[in-house]
């Protein structure tokens, strides 16, 4: 008697495991879902069953993936099975309750020995646009294999079926790594986060530059200030002497006052005082040039392209300008010295004229 209630007991036990089976296989469900996270289909699917779903903390990240799936009149085991397809995620059922773990990560490596090479294709886009990202690198750092995507975003390689770590690196986007669990031919869509941690930098310069007062080469402009600071012969500051001391000048006689600029001749310089060509420009024998430095307000010498209102010279133009400003008190300004002496005057007549009067003797 006691064996025949101990009989029945467990028949009762396997009767209710086989019929909880059953039950999962028998029990059919439609859910269609588009792009929505794992985690929105499972809740879904606890309202349309009887089932409750347990899962971990560690598995919380996986669920928050984005999946497709249309089932219409399906058992549940092979909804779980579409759905969890494709992630680390695997799934128990026991009784009416469903509890979703992480695979075991130490199966793979045995099952990769003896596995069949499948292709995996896949796409890589902004996750901000949706623009396909050419050129990022793909590494599987199992198989010590990776590719890169094309012009579109699209990548392809051939792997072994098992569970692998799939590694996405580029400019930009830092590096983003994902589980992947091949079993048969593959496509997959990844969505990579910008990883720009700075904001774009603009440098703006608005101090004009001091050391650059013209974009002309070649040109070479003194004040009489810088030209009296020179040296002078016999104490008598010259122009045509200061500019003899500039790079690319030379001396045509030793004490003259004519200059060659970078191996021309001396006929070859156009000379001009306020526009008015200078024909002769030495003074006392050559020594000295005619103009007098107490009426000159500065030089310009041009060593390359020359202003197109000059004409054509072969080597350069020294362009003389006297001074032009205004003063309504009489002032003057005079030397004596062992060569030559020299006056200026200058004064107002009106407030709109002003005249100035210069004259040397050698």
């Not at 990560?105 to 099952?111: L, N, S, V």
Request: contains cysteine.
């Amino acid at each position: 008697m006691k064996f025949c209630k101990l009989k029945t007991f467990l028949l009762t036990i396997l009767f209710a495991s086989i019929s909880t089976g059953i039950l999962a296989q028998t029990n059919k469900l439609s859910i269609h879902k588009k792009e929505t996270p794992i985690i929105q289909v499972l809740n879904e699917l606890e309202k349309k069953s009887n089932y409750v779903f347990f899962f971990s903390d560690d598995v919380k990240t996986e669920l928050t993936r984005r999946v497709t799936i249309s089932a219409t009149e399906k058992p549940l085991k092979q909804i779980l099975d579409e759905i969890l397809n494709r992630t680390t995620l695997t799934y128990k059922i026991n009784d009416r309750q469903v509890t979703i773990n992480r695979r075991d990560e130490k199966m793979p490596a045995k099952q990769n020995r003896v596995a069949k090479n499948v292709r995996f294709k896949g796409s890589v886009k902004d996750a901000e646009n949706s623009m396909p990202l050419m050129n990022v690198n793909i590494y599987i750092p199992e198989l010590g294999i990776g590719t890169s995507t094309d012009e579109n975003g699209l990548f392809s390689i051939v792997l072994p079926t098992g569970n692998y770590s799939c590694r996405m690196s580029y400019i930009g986007y830092g590096t983003h790594t994902e589980k992947i669990n091949i079993r048969q031919e593959t496509q997959q869509e990844f969505m990579l986060q910008s990883d720009t941690k700075l904001d774009e930098v603009v440098v703006l310069a608005n101090k004009k530059d001091e050391n650059v007062s013209r974009t002309n080469m070649g040109v070479e402009k003194l004040t009489m200030n810088e030209i009296k600071r020179m040296p002078a012969l016999m104490g008598e500051v010259d122009v045509i002497k200061a500019i003899q001391l500039l790079p690319g000048v030379q001396a045509t006689a030793e004490g003259g006052s004519g200059y060659s600029v970078r191996g021309g001749s001396a006929d070859q310089n156009l000379i001009v005082l306020d526009n008015a060509t200078v024909y002769n420009a030495s003074h006392m024998f050559g020594f000295f040039s005619v103009f007098n430095n107490d009426v000159v307000d500065n030089v310009e010498l041009y060593k390359g392209d020359l202003p197109m209102k000059y004409g054509g010279r072969l080597s350069s133009l020294l362009d003389v300008q006297l001074k032009d400003t205004y003063t309504d008190k009489l002032k003057g300004s005079g030397g004596i010295g062992l060569i030559s002496s020299r006056l200026m005057l200058e004064g107002s007549m009106g407030e709109r004229t002003n005249w100035m009067v210069g004259g040397r003797r050698s």
